[in-house]
Nanobody, 123 residues
Framework: QVQLVESGGGAVQDGGSLRLSCHASGRSLSRYTVGWSRQAPGKEREFVARFNWDDTTTITDSVKGRFTTSRDNAEKTVYLQMNSLKPEDTAVYYC?????????????????WGQGTQVTVSS
């Protein structure tokens, strides 16, 4: 079992930056893929980025070049750095962990989820 706590959300203006953190308790993240997704009002949850178990990263096209993800094993934390934010990035952002080590879930098919953190970008 793993518990995830997200932090770092907030309100910024168009072009601003935020860094989201996802801290895990109960398990090291070093063998697990950690994903980031978001859900805007009235829309389905969508995949944003993931830090794969093999230390590679995958970023969805709509945020590529603006968002990056990284991991600090010692701190059991994964980060989502968001730069050049746009109003269309406004959503609740979630981190999630795969259910098994050495796997890469597709889309938003993760087992453990954080509570979400609100990101609001104003124009």
């Amino acid at each position: 079992q793993v518990q995830l706590v997200e932090s770092g959300g907030g309100a910024v203006q168009d072009g601003g930056s935020l860094r989201l953190s996802c801290h895990a308790s109960g398990r090291s993240l070093s063998r697990y893929t950690v994903g980031w997704s978001r859900q805007a009002p009235g829309k389905e949850r969508e995949f944003v980025a993931r830090f794969n178990w093999d230390d590679t990263t995958t970023i969805t096209d709509s945020v590529k070049g603006r968002f990056t993800t990284s991991r600090d094993n010692a701190e059991k934390t994964v980060y989502l750095q968001m730069n050049s934010l746009k109003p269309e990035d406004t959503a609740v952002y979630y981190c999630a962990v795969a259910g098994r080590p050495w796997m890469i879930p597709q889309g938003v098919d993760y087992t453990y989820w954080g509570q979400g953190t609100q990101v609001t970008v104003s124009s």
